[in-house]
């Protein structure tokens, strides 16, 4: 092949990643490209310790086996590694798909790689990402919630690419929930994946399960099969809960990943909340940084939705109820929701157990485009954004001693800063 075929190959290759595609190329300039389908929507998923490992996939319509990861120190070819991946299939929504996971450990902190897939003699052009630094350095990271969006995910691609622009040395991403309408549904996973662009191909996300999840194409609840095979998570110790929580180390921050689909669950998976609160209270969740902070869709408090444990539309939700002694016992500093569309500060919420201040809760979203109007809530909320509240995200920044966490809309109003400090 000469130079020029390849070099117009290469930027084939780089302009597809913009729509969630990823090109075969030759593996070594010797052989031809095949034209075969490609591989789509490369991402990196957060792993339990950002700093030495990190969990890469991929998938596709095609079968993938055979594929494995090649990957080495940033221009050291000599160190170069393959490992292969682990393939599974889902069928859903009359559609096939087979994704692929390659979980790398013993990395360098603070240290630059590049690594590409190679599938028998093709293999995808080099991507490069960086290992976190040792623990306690600082951490920036970017906060979406309710990604999930009707007709087109636009909305969703336009918050996501604007906090990116505006932060771009954000170290990840979360999304708390809800990344789709529907979790099922073929056309909105393929939507919501590839409104990101290439920025999963180089930055971890750390996702959280929501309620749409578990709709299926009927709107009935249904395991959520797509969303666990979409996202290899960090262990939790449990074979049958794998996926629905976990927990990860990113600088200063603990961060605690947990679900709080108890209602459309506790039919089709249950002991989840038992498994949850046992999990919490073991050596894993063990103070251990100097801050710690929970990621979790539901909200803590009802603004209008009637809850089946309370029998009450206000108030502490059944979510609440289920966690919030728990996060005073374990000192959490802060807890991070979605589910409700809008923002809300409710600071340190005190009445369950008086003697501790207790986390603060902070609830925001949503990052797509369905936005409601919430009511009030007197008793808790210390400060709110309008109505109906327009697409939004977070950023947060922690150093050992300082949390900081703010939120903007997309369109570029800032709606609040809380800092916390030790
Ligand atoms: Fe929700």
New binding site residues.
């Given amino acids: 092949m000469d130079i020029t075929r390849r070099k117009f190959l290469q930027f084939c290759g780089q302009a597809a990643i913009l729509l969630g595609l990823e090109a075969w190329l030759p593996k070594s300039a010797s052989a031809a490209s095949d034209g075969t389908m490609p591989i789509r929507f490369l991402r990196h998923i957060i792993t339990a310790d950002a700093a030495t490992s990190r969990t890469i996939m991929w998938q596709g319509n095609v079968n993938l086996s055979g594929c494995a990861l090649e990957y080495r120190l940033s221009g050291q070819v000599r160190t170069t590694q393959s490992q292969p991946a682990m393939t599974t299939s889902l069928v859903e929504d009359n559609v096939t798909t087979f994704f692929c996971s390659v979980t790398l450990n013993g990395l360098t902190p603070d240290s630059a790689y590049e690594y590409r897939i190679v599938q028998k003699e093709r293999a995808t052009h080099w991507h490069r990402f960086k290992t976190a630094p040792p623990a306690l350095s600082s951490v920036s990271a970017l906060i979406f919630c309710?990604s999930?969006c009707g007709g087109d995910y636009g909305v969703w691609q336009q918050t996501f690419q604007t906090a990116w622009q505006r932060y771009p040395q954000s170290d990840f991403c979360a999304i708390l929930?809800?990344l789709t309408d529907n979790g099922q549904s073929n056309w909105h996973w393929d939507r919501f994946l590839a409104a990101m662009g290439s920025l999963p191909s180089t930055r971890p996300l750390a996702p959280v399960m929501?309620?749409?999840e578990c709709y299926g194409l009927d709107w009935k609840f249904c395991l959520p099969r797509r969303y666990l095979a979409s996202f290899s998570l960090p262990p939790n110790n449990s074979t049958k809960f794998q996926g629905c929580f976990y927990a990860f180390d990113y600088g200063p921050i603990h961060f605690i990943v947990l679900n709080t689909q108890e209602l459309e669950l506790h039919e089709l998976l249950p002991g989840l909340l038992e498994r949850q609160l046992h999990w919490l209270k073991q050596g894993t969740n063990k103070k251990h940084l100097p801050w710690q902070v929970v990621f979790m869709?539901?909200d803590v408090i009802a603004y209008d939705e009637y809850q089946l444990g309370t029998h009450q539309t206000g108030g502490i939700s059944d979510i609440g109820h289920a966690f919030m002694n728990t996060f005073d016992d374990l000192g959490i500093d802060l807890v991070l929701t979605?589910?409700?569309?809008t923002y809300r500060n409710r600071g340190h919420i005190k009445n369950l157990q008086p003697a501790t201040a207790g986390p603060v809760y902070i609830l925001s979203g949503p990052a797509g485009n369905t936005q409601y109007n919430v009511p009030d809530d007197k008793t808790y909320d210390r400060s709110a954004i309008y109505q109906p509240t327009p697409p939004n995200y977070l950023t947060l920044t922690a150093t050992d001693k300082e949390l900081t966490l703010t939120g903007y809309t997309t369109g570029g109003e800032h709606i609040e800063t809380t800092t916390l400090t030790k």
Avoid: S, T
């Fill in positions: 309710d999930q929930g809800d929501g309620n749409h869709h539901k979605g589910h409700m569309h």
